[in-house]
């Protein structure tokens, strides 16, 4: 399969097969609000590691573990992870998540999933095995995301996700359930006429209750302009800084 290369925020460049599912504003969004600190990160679902690639350009943290079920994608993030000079800092994993070995457990830091989104009885299918597999729950449910990040996660650990806004109750339940507690809500609005279109959120393990629900996130300023141009000061921020303010903290 043709592989295409494109080069995106902080000279990263991202090499990506033709007709597989690309990355989109989620990634930026998701590496934006990963706060800077944690020395060891482990992200699930890594696909071509665009979001771990972002984080380490930023040096937001020391080293990372990206897991990838689909042993194809799972070398393409490895030879992102070369081209872009983070040998020895980001390690690729091809494996499911479910079956990470005991030893990895209450290692990190901090974990970090962009999931997918749809169950497997939800939506059209798409074509190709490997954007089905990325778009459903094929290899793991929320609930497998949110019990496999928080075996890895030290005490006190931090779990980041992107996720849809409709499935935003199984995401907390499933966080609960776990022994996360969601301390950060954010909800990202396409324009301040739409409703949400994906939700940010940091958890914390073995963390008290009470979470901060910050303003909204608002990408484009009108639907007359749905283009960079059309962005947003918080978007622009978060596309030209690789980082969300403190409000967003």
């Known amino acids: 399969m043709a592989e295409t290369a494109e080069k995106i925020n902080n000279d990263v460049r991202i090499y990506q097969n033709d007709g597989s599912l690309a990355f989109g504003t989620d990634a930026y969004l998701l590496s934006a609000f990963v706060k800077k ?19 380490m350009a930023r040096r937001k943290f020391e080293s990372a573990v990206c897991v990838e079920v ?8 490895e030879k992102n992870v070369k081209e872009n000079g983070f040998d020895g800092k980001i390690d690729v994993v091809a494996s499911d998540m479910r079956d990470l070995p005991a030893d990895m457990n209450g290692t990190f830091d901090a974990v970090l999933t962009n999931p997918p989104y749809m169950k497997l009885t939800s939506g059209k299918l798409n074509v190709s095995d490997e954007n089905v597999a990325c778009r459903h729950e094929v290899y793991g449910t929320i609930d ?11 005490f006190g650990g931090l779990f980041y996700a992107v996720y849809r806004p409709d499935r935003l109750s199984e995401l907390i339940t499933a966080c609960e359930s776990a022994g996360l ?4 809500l954010t909800l990202v609005y396409p324009t301040a006429d739409h409703t949400p279109s994906a939700v940010l959120i940091r958890a914390k393990k073995g963390a008290a209750h009470g979470m901060k629900t910050t303003k909204p996130m608002i990408i484009y300023k009108s639907s007359d302009n749905m283009t960079d141009a059309g962005f947003t000061d918080d978007m622009k921020y978060i596309y030209e800084n690789g980082d969300t303010n403190d409000f967003f903290r």
């Open 37 to 55: 600190g944690p020395k060891r990160v482990c992200e699930l679902g890594a696909g071509s590691g665009v979001i771990t690639l972002l984080c």
């Open 70 to 77: 689909q042993e194809k994608i799972a070398r393409l993030c």
């Open 144 to 154: 497998d995301f949110c019990k496999t990040a928080a075996r890895l996660l030290k």
């Open 181 to 184: 507690r969601v301390k950060i």
